[in-house]
Nanobody, 123 residues
Framework: QVPLVESGGGLVQAGGSLRLSCAAS????????MGWFRQAPGKEREFVAA????????TYADSLKGRFTISRDTRKSTVYLQMNSLKPEDTAVYYC????????????????WGQGTQVTVSS
């Protein structure tokens, strides 16, 4: 078990920024890849970004490159998602997830999930 707790969501105007945090417990956090996904109402869960265990490799959904940045602080067992220039279409519940091994972009490859945090972007 790797319990994950997301925070940092909220309501923001278009063009604004938010930083999501995902705190993990457990001594194995440093060896796990971490991912962010999101799910809008009526849509499937989609990949946002992922980072490897050491933090030196990241990957993003093509449509989000340049606006979103994923990072991790191993000392704090926390992964972050900095979201800039937010758009109404970014409105969704954002989930962090973790898996042992390398980065993957498919949700089914991740075994542990947080409860999600709501992000709402108003126009």
């Amino acid at each position: 078990q790797v319990p994950l707790v997301e925070s940092g969501g909220g309501l923001v105007q278009a063009g604004g920024s938010l930083r999501l945090s995902c705190a993990a417990s457990g001594r194995t956090f440093s060896s796990y890849a971490m991912g962010w996904f999101r799910q809008a109402p009526g849509k499937e869960r989609e990949f946002v970004a992922a980072i490897n265990w050491s933090g030196d490799y990241t990957t993003y959904a093509d449509s989000l490159k340049g606006r979103f940045t994923i990072s991790r602080d191993t000392r704090k067992s926390t992964v972050y998602l900095q979201m800039n220039s937010l758009k109404p279409e970014d409105t969704a519940v954002y989930y962090c997830a973790t898996r042992s091994g390398p980065i993957r972009i498919m949700a089914y490859d991740y075994g542990y999930w947080g409860q999600g945090t709501q992000v709402t972007v108003s126009s």
